[in-house]
């Protein structure tokens, strides 16, 4: 929606001054330049330290954090078209994009007709914003419901199409098709939102598809505080994991898919109460 503004700011300015549209047009050239040089002259990509340092969990945080690096990551082969995103780190992600006290809520495994719309609605209660891990083709069948998601203010991630836990030792080209063929469904269904994100089920990341994963402006994202809300241990279980182990890190896992939710909705509610007590903010992942 942003990006709407500005295009439409732009264009407007060139419609009224010619010569003031060339001299942002040279004045957007020179920052392109001052971002390219910045980012080779950077070691490895800024943030991928302070992300490995926030938590011991991390998978494969060793790989370089290059976009292009050649070693790390066969050659995309052009099964899709190309990105029209900016590459991101691709190391995963666990901080927040605030920093300070904050956590991330990531929702994984949905859309779900069922339970996202009562997921969105405690959530909008609460006037948190989180990050939604869908499935491919769950967010094909319920657009409106990708849309909504959006529309609210929460971010889309891409959490592949069969939801292989196993996926990690599987050929590339299996694990390519996982993650690039979920990214269009979801893309599609949202209108054209864009996705930030790629968590692999089950952190099932290798260094070549957090690479792919990456060129495609997604950044691998990771969680600290597993609420095992999937195992349905009951409402308390669940808020009472999350208030043992925020210590762990800020990015939160729960979900909106894969079977009954209720108690997901219910510890959800209770959390964000207690959370806000806490004097918590709510935060997205950092992407860059
Ligand atoms: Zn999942």
Not at 128 to 142: E, K, L, R, S, Y
Request: net charge neutral; with cysteine; proline share 8%.
């Amino acid at each position: 929606m942003t990006g709407w503004r500005i295009s439409g700011g732009r264009f407007s300015a060139r419609l009224k001054a010619a010569p003031r549209a060339a001299a942002i047009g040279i004045a957007v050239a020179v920052v392109v330049v001052a971002a390219l040089v910045s980012a080779l002259v950077a070691p490895g990509g800024g943030g991928d330290g302070t992300a490995a340092a926030a938590s011991g969990k991390n998978l494969g945080q060793t790989g370089s954090a290059t976009p292009h690096s050649p070693s790390a990551a066969p050659t995309v082969t052009p099964t899709s078209a190309t990105p029209a995103v900016p590459p991101v780190p691709a190391s995963i992600q666990h901080a927040t994009e605030s920093g300070g006290k904050a956590v991330n809520i990531t929702i994984d495994d949905g859309p779900d007709p069922i339970w996202t719309p009562k997921v969105l609605d405690v959530l909008k209660k609460h006037h948190v914003h989180a990050t939604f891990c869908m499935i491919g083709p769950q967010a094909q069948a319920n657009p409106a419901l990708v849309r909504r998601v959006v529309a609210e203010g929460h971010r889309l991630c891409d959490h592949t199409v069969h939801h292989d836990e196993a996926m990690d030792h599987k050929p590339f080209a299996y694990q390519q098709k996982e993650i690039l063929d979920a990214y269009a469904m979801i893309e599609q269904a949202s209108g054209g939102a864009p996705v930030r994100y790629y968590r692999a089920p089950g952190g099932a990341f290798t260094p070549a598809s957090r690479e792919l994963a990456a060129q495609h402006g997604m950044r691998p994202l990771g969680w600290n505080v597993d609420t095992k809300d999937f195992s349905r241990p009951g409402v308390g279980a669940i808020v009472g994991t999350v208030k043992a182990e925020i210590h762990n890190g800020p990015t939160i896992l729960f979900h909106d898919g894969g079977g009954n939710r209720s108690q997901t909705v219910e510890a959800l509610d209770q959390t964000l109460t207690w959370l806000a007590q806490q004097h918590y903010a709510t935060s997205f992942p950092k992407v860059d």
